[in-house]
């Protein structure tokens, strides 16, 4: 036993009466396992008090466990709880970590742990007492995980009055016995700042007279999604659990990660473990106990027009994401509704790409100054509209502009130069250089004002896929379908190699030339090589690259629209988007719409949440949303949000952004 919380019933409301007593009559009739389901705040943890009180009073033990880790009954958050109901009090049994608040991301461990602990108990009546999440996949898995996991034999579904039993069709599946009852009239989910300081009272409960320790990692296991430990600041706050096996040990808070290791605040002296767990639970800077955001070193905001209320833009084109992607700044111009325009500025070097060609005139003359190379999906009227902006842009001594894009590309660039009378201009005209991929080679023309008709140029001799090839980075696209051939792309940069200056203080290497080449050799993977070095030794590059180099991995970024649902275009673009750092992907339709979304050959929000899922993207950035949803763009990001924890939501329309 590992703790006892007091939660006392007081003067059992009339309506929680009368739900425990219908749960009473299961009872009698030889239900010994209940799930209690519902969304949040419909009274299930209260419920599960006045059932086990009641029991108590005829001399029958009361097991529960609270399955919910954000907002738990009782317990410890971030873990799921086995207690038994003794004296109006809930002594704690055992514990199984999570680290996450998180029920409906992190859904298998926690029915893992529900599974576990139900073993745990001995005769008397089992309640579950389920997590609030009751819609989509998550919740339908959810439903049948936790009522498999416990064994349960009858699911209790709270409801509240006049609205429609969540889960209907998959509580009717289960072989079990249901119950549908009312919520009392006057249960309601608490605001986020309630459940924050809730929580984290729950929380500095457990760790109340902590003491620190320092668990060193050499040899150590570690399971779940931690950050990079070349990031120390990213484990501040971190909640860790210590394992042996699957048993946990103890749950911790990280101080600090040093050289030595782990520090932690524990409620007992440092065990010894082999296993540590992290997920993304973490005492925020606010203080309180929250869920971190999934780890990107970059922030990403979206910013407003000024004027316009955030959930209702009118023609604003909605929220416009922008932030950074390792070396370059992005910016989706036009918002999640306008035409497709998303601008990255190539930092410290007054450079710029564009990925599609909507309505450009948000975009500085300066800027489109600036703009070397444009990547066009494809060449409906709003992915192309804007080239006549960037076309007067390049009006005067300018290099020619390179344009990528599906075959005809070459030729519908040369019809909207061909609309224009260019007597005055002379040489100072426009001139473009037309990359055309079709999958397997790539075609170059050259396209100048005036010209009636494209010049063929020689291929660019690059490996097939591969657009184009920098340096410090490298484009490349795959084709897909939208009942003609798009193109999608992928910004990828050459990964960072940085040289451990106190590794050379400890060698007494002084730096030089040969560090330059050392990274050369990095970068083309001749691990074999030998290189001579500043004191006369000579070492393979090997064990150079083990001793001296650190090489961050690049901040892959991949953007994709228009494009149907088909295996096909889900394969391609996984393979092109895998391990991407941020993925920009269209959304266009709800759910509900799924029809218009196949008949258009676009994209519904589940399918955009999977594709991100596969393709393991650190955060995806939705757009190219349908303006039949611009009155409540909430609901598209909700709907989002129910199939992925990776997609970046506007601030203002988080769920619990009004406490």
């Known amino acids: 036993m590992i703790g006892s919380v007091t939660m006392n019933a007081g003067e059992m409301d009339p309506a929680t009466a009368r739900q425990a007593a219908a749960v009473a009559d299961h009872i009698r009739g030889g239900t010994r396992r209940i799930l209690l389901a519902g969304q949040a705040g419909v009274g299930k943890s209260t419920l599960a008090v006045a059932v086990a009180d009641e029991l108590g009073r005829n001399g029958e033990t009361c097991w529960c466990i609270s399955a919910d880790p954000g907002t738990p009954g009782f317990g410890v958050p971030g873990t799921v709880t086995l207690a038994a109901r003794r004296a109006a009090q809930w002594e704690l049994i055992e514990l199984y970590a999570l680290c996450s608040l998180d029920a409906g991301r992190f859904r298998l461990p926690l029915v893992s742990g529900v599974a576990r602990l139900a073993q745990q108990t001995g005769a008397g009546v089992l309640l579950v007492d389920g997590p609030g999440v009751v819609r989509g996949v998550a919740g339908a898995e959810l439903l049948h995980g936790l009522a498999s996991a416990a064994a349960v034999d009858l699911v209790v579904m709270l409801v509240h009055p006049g609205r429609t039993a969540p889960l209907a069709a998959e509580t009717g599946a289960l072989p079990i016995a249901s119950l549908t009852l009312p919520a009392v009239p006057h249960a309601s989910r608490p605001g986020k700042r309630r459940r924050d300081r809730q929580r984290t009272q729950q929380w500095d409960a457990y760790l109340a007279g902590s003491r620190e320790g320092t668990l060193r990692l050499d040899g150590l296991r570690m399971l779940g999604t931690p950050p990079p430990l070349s990031v120390a600041s990213a484990w501040q706050g971190r909640q ?49 106990l929250g869920t971190a955001p999934p780890f990107v070193s970059e922030p990403l905001e979206y910013r407003q027009r000024r004027g316009l209320s955030p959930l209702h833009r009118g023609g604003a084109g909605g929220p416009r994401p922008a932030g950074r992607v390792g070396m370059v700044d992005v910016c989706l111009l036009n918002g999640v509704f306008g035409d497709p325009l998303l601008h990255l500025r190539l930092r410290n ?31 409906h009227v709003d992915h192309i509209a804007g080239f006549l902006w960037l076309l007067r842009s ?63 140029l020689r291929d660019s001799g690059l490996a097939a896929g591969t657009l184009l090839a920098e340096a410090d980075f490298r484009l490349r696209a795959t084709v897909l379908s939208h009942r003609s051939p798009v193109l999608a792309f992928a910004f990828e940069p050459a990964p960072t190699i940085n040289i451990r200056k106190d590794a050379l203080r400890t060698r007494r290497l002084k730096p030089g030339p040969w560090l330059a080449e050392l990274k050369r050799h990095v970068r083309s993977g001749g691990d074999a090589a030998v290189l001579e070095l500043p004191d006369g030794n000579r070492e393979t590059i090997a064990a150079l690259i083990a001793e001296l180099v650190v090489v961050s991995p690049a901040k892959k970024l991949v953007y994709a629209t228009d494009f149907a649902d088909t295996a096909d275009n889900r394969e391609r673009l996984v393979r092109l988007a895998r391990g991407a750092h941020t993925l920009f992907c269209e959304a266009t339709f709800r759910c509900r719409d799924v029809e218009r979304a196949v008949r258009t050959a676009h994209l519904t929000t589940r399918a955009c949440a999977e594709i991100a899922e596969l393709a393991g993207a650190a955060r995806l950035v939705p757009f190219h949303f349908s303006r039949r949803y611009e009155d409540d763009p909430a609901a598209v990001y909700r709907e989002l949000s129910t199939f992925t924890g990776r997609v970046v939501v506007p601030a203002e329309l988080e769920p619990d952004a009004v406490a």
């Not at 524990?266 to 010894?272: G, K, R």
């Not at 990925?355 to 100054?369: C, I, T």
């Not at 001139?431 to 494209?454: K, M």
């Open 240 to 288: 860790v659990a210590l394992l042996n096996g699957d048993h946990t040990v103890a749950m911790g808070e990280v101080v600090a990660l040093d050289r030595a290791g782990l520090r932690l605040r524990l409620p007992a002296p440092l065990p010894e473990v082999t296993t540590i767990l992290v997920r993304d639970a973490q005492r925020l800077a606010a203080g309180h």
């Open 349 to 379: 070097q007054r450079r710029s790409l564009l990925f599609d060609l909507g309505e450009g005139s948000r975009l500085p003359a300066r800027v489109a100054h600036q703009v070397t190379d444009v990547f066009i999906t494809h060449a």
């Open 394 to 456: 390049r009006i005067g001594d300018y290099p020619p502009c390179r344009l990528y894009g599906p075959p005809g590309l070459a030729g519908h660039i040369t019809g909207l130069t061909r609309g224009i009378l260019w007597d005055r201009l002379h040489d100072d005209g426009p001139v473009f250089e037309v990359h055309e991929y079709d999958g397997e080679r790539t075609r170059r023309f050259r396209v100048r004002s005036g010209q009636p008709a494209p010049e063929a």
